[in-house]
């Protein structure tokens, strides 16, 4: 059974920085293909990352980032934005590339980001 847990999200100031870590269990980091989505209120859930890959709107700001010791992925951003402003969700797919959420079979229950101002 894959489990996910999303942690790190908060209130932050547009400019600052944040760093959400998610956990999977057992060897999910390598076993499955990882990746960031967000949701915005009445918005849809979107893709942010999955290595190598970034959502144009994110890249330049947004690192992800996986430590297979762990079991874990990171998702580093900086110059937040209140655009940013979302439940952040890790989730597990299959290891083929994919940026699409339907393609991703396992979730976390996801950490809030707001950004102010």
């Known amino acids: 059974q894959v489990q996910l847990v999303e942690s790190g999200g908060g209130l932050v100031q547009a400019g600052g920085s944040l760093r959400l870590s998610c956990a999977a269990s057992d060897r999910t980091v390598r076993s499955y293909m990882l990746g960031w989505f967000r949701q915005a209120p009445g918005k849809e859930r979107e893709f942010v990352a999955r290595?190598?890959y970034y959502a144009d709107s994110v890249k330049g700001r947004f690192i992800m980032t996986r430590d297979n010791a762990q079991n874990t992925v990171y998702l580093q951003m900086a110059s937040l934005e209140p655009e940013d402003t979302a439940v952040y969700y890790c989730a597990a797919g299959p290891v083929a590339p994919s940026t699409r959420v339907g393609d991703y079979k396992y979730w976390g229950q996801g950490t809030q980001v707001t950004v102010s101002s």
């Open positions: 290595i190598p």
